[in-house]
Nanobody
Framework: VQLQACGGGLVQTGGSLRLSCAAS????????MGWFRQAPGEERSFVAT????????WYADAVKGRFIISRDNAKSTMYLQMSNLKPEDTAVYYC???????????????WGQGTLVTVSS
């Protein structure tokens, strides 16, 4: 599956952004999906995952209550609505596709190219 992420940009603290991840090459409604991020000098970390039908979602503690992961299977697209952004949310955000586990992990098969989110203080 090929993934194309977009929607990153520069935003002030407290602002909002919506990331999108368009998938192609495989039936989207068979894929668990997720968002990860990598801040400068840090390892890539988990942000959120969603099951194939959107029925279950999981979030990293750092983003709970501020970020919402969703998907539109008819459009083969996943989203990440980010609100109340903080400088520590600054990172390259990657979307990924694979299979979700019962604990919300994503066994990842494909990665998107990443989109940069910068939150200014």
């Amino acid at each position: 599956v090929q993934l194309q992420a977009c929607g990153g940009g520069l935003v002030q603290t407290g602002g909002s952004l919506r990331l999108s991840c368009a998938a192609s090459g495989e039936p989207f409604d068979r894929l668990g999906m997720g968002w990860f991020r990598q801040a400068p000098g840090e390892e890539r970390s988990f942000v959120a995952t969603i099951t194939w039908n959107g029925g279950n979602t999981w979030y990293a503690d750092a983003v709970k209550g501020r970020f919402i992961i969703s998907r539109d299977n008819a459009k083969s697209t996943m989203y990440l609505q980010m609100s109340n952004l903080k400088p520590e949310d600054t990172a390259v955000y990657y979307c990924a596709a694979g299979a979700t586990t019962s604990r919300g992990n994503l066994v990842t098969r494909s990665w998107g190219q990443g989109t940069l989110v910068t939150v200014s203080s």
